[in-house]
């Protein structure tokens, strides 16, 4: 359990919410095996100092091959680019109307009316970590190819997000831990550096 929550936290710092892909070549179920032997060393508790690579076709490996079983139901096909210095994109495809039945419209208006059933959701931020905490900065999100409200998305990553330990799921605004020990990420293009 504690190996899931690790590999769904580094996942998460990487992507925040399932998310845009565009490698040089298609993910493999090598790169895949080579995450999962990644995120295990990381895992486990040192007290030298390391240095780990993962490259973007390692996590969007992992998520074609190895994550499904770790997403929340309806979300499927995410994807990471890693546009680096520490800007990211993601993509998933999302079923907006379980966010809707959770957390449904307040008028006629609420953007929530606009979007229904599974679509294609993109978001584009920067990843800036330090000290063992992180924060994501959001500059542009989209479902559906139409620009999507920070709300909307904030609703939607609430309701995928939510857990025994957080009920109310994770605010996009808010820090949060890294896991396992890291001390940072860095971000550049193609892969990010755990620090720990």
């Not at 769904?8 to 710092?13: M, R, S």
């Not at 179920?29 to 895992?43: F, G, H, L, N």
């Not at 994550?67 to 495809?93: E, H, W």
């Amino acid at each position: 359990m504690a190996h899931r929550s690790v590999v769904v936290a580094l996942c998460g710092a990487l992507a925040v919410t399932s998310l845009l892909a565009a490698a040089d070549l298609p993910p493999s179920r090598r790169d895949a095996e080579t995450m999962k032997q990644k995120v295990a060393a990381i895992s486990t508790p040192s007290k030298q100092r390391r240095r780990t690579v993962i490259s973007e076709n390692e996590v969007n490996a992992y998520f074609m091959f190895d994550a499904m079983k770790d997403l929340p139901t309806g979300v499927v096909n995410p994807s990471i680019s890693i546009v680096g210095p520490g800007r990211i994109s993601g993509r998933a495809v999302v079923d907006l109307d379980a966010v809707r039945r959770e957390s449904p419209p307040k008028g006629l208006l609420d953007p929530k009316n606009l979007f229904i059933g599974r679509v294609p959701l993109a978001a584009t931020g920067v990843l800036t970590t330090s000290g063992g905490k992180g924060t994501f900065i959001l500059e542009s999100a989209s479902v559906g190819g139409l620009p999507l409200p920070k709300q909307l998305l904030q609703d939607i990553l609430t309701h995928y997000s939510r857990s025994g330990e957080k009920p109310g799921g994770i605010n996009l605004d808010d820090p949060f831990p890294l896991p396992a020990g890291i001390r940072e990420i860095e971000v550049t293009r193609g892969q990010a550096v755990i620090i720990q």
